[in-house]
């Protein structure tokens, strides 16, 4: 769902609003907040390519999906590529290169800063810099190369990052093309979760269609975050564990939302028994999921071992979901 204007949200709005006049914002409420801003627009290319942006943790907490921030902010920014910290959380959205890499880029970023958002931010800039296609590097700040923002004639002109250029130093280079972390059984749900989201958003003057949009894109976003941040931060043990979770609960999501139920039964309720239970649980059922995924990456980011509650019930006892999740296995080979 485009946000064309106010979101509704005050942080996502003072964020675009800010984003209009510079590509860097911090919220005023975070510490050191006008030091910070200065310091990240001498790293932060001058051409509009890359905005970061800087909120308080609370960002998160006021909207109804935890993440939600940073798509409805890159939605109403024209900045490409987007660096967003809520609080030591650091989480990049790009269209120019993939996200997943861009995601990799900023939590492997922030696990190497150990808890310095601010090298974090630096980092990840500078590494989505390097891996955009064609990109002119851009100008840094007044002028200054991008490539060599810490020391010119002698010069330190970014002050306070000196643990920054220790990592910068020490950067290990990825290569142009990096495994996708997301398991190929997984992606292929989230890829078939995002052809659906965008028949969700094309049905016309139905609310329940755009907030179930709403809600795919979400559950699609957060999954990869889901498994870009365990690459990065936990063992392989815990990704097998997630994607043995979430392998079937997705293929049951994607049955439900598909065109032959859920999209059916909201514009042909007349076709089927009990349509508002039916739609009700699977609304139900992809908040439970979506709120299952967003705890586990709470753990992920705590060190934490992954806990799963969720068991859609409610889709289970529906036969005729159980015959398209067979055939959605089959067509996918598995």
């Not at 959205?93 to 958002?117: H, K, W, Y």
């Not at 910068?168 to 142009?176: G, H, L, S």
């Not at 859920?262 to 699977?282: K, N």
Request: proline content about 5%; overall charge negative.
């Amino acid at each position: 769902m485009y946000i064309a204007s106010a979101s509704g949200n005050p942080w996502v709005d003072d964020a675009v609003a800010g984003l209009d006049a510079e590509n860097v914002y911090v919220d005023p409420s975070v510490p050191g907040a006008e030091s910070l801003k200065a310091q990240l627009l001498e790293v932060v290319p001058g051409d509009g390519s890359i905005a970061i942006v800087v909120l308080p943790a609370q960002a998160d907490d006021s909207d109804e999906y935890a993440g939600q921030v940073r798509t409805d902010i890159a939605k109403g920014s024209d900045q490409p590529t987007l660096v967003l910290a809520i609080g030591d959380d650091v989480q990049a959205i790009s269209s120019v290169i993939d996200s997943t890499e861009a995601l990799r880029i900023a939590n492997e970023s922030e696990s190497a800063a150990g808890g310095d958002t601010q090298t974090a931010l630096v980092e990840t800039v500078q590494q989505i810099a390097a891996e955009t296609p064609s990109s002119p590097g851009g100008s840094v700040g007044g002028g200054a190369d991008f490539l060599l923002p810490v020391v010119i004639g002698g010069v330190v002109i970014v002050a306070g990052i000196g643990t920054a250029i220790g990592l910068i130093a020490r950067r290990r280079r990825k290569p142009a093309a990096s495994a996708d972390p997301v398991p190929a059984g997984i992606r292929l749900r989230v890829n078939r979760l995002r052809e659906l989201r965008a028949d969700y958003a094309a049905l016309p003057g139905n609310p329940v269609a755009a907030e179930t949009a709403v809600g795919i894109d979400s559950l699609a976003s957060h999954v990869e975050q889901l498994f870009v941040r365990l690459d990065a931060k936990a063992g392989e043990d815990q990704s097998v564990l997630a994607e043995a979770e979430y392998s079937d609960k997705l293929a049951r999501l994607v049955a439900a939302l598909d065109r032959d139920y859920l999209l059916d039964l909201l514009t042909r309720p007349d076709l089927w028994d009990a349509p508002d239970e039916r739609v009700g649980e699977v609304r139900e059922a992809l908040s439970a999921v979506t709120t299952q995924i967003v705890d586990n990456i709470k753990q992920v980011n705590a060190r934490k071992g992954l806990l799963f509650q969720v068991s859609l019930d409610s889709l289970i006892g529906r036969s005729e979901l159980r015959d398209w999740e067979r055939q959605f296995k089959k067509s996918a080979g598995e």
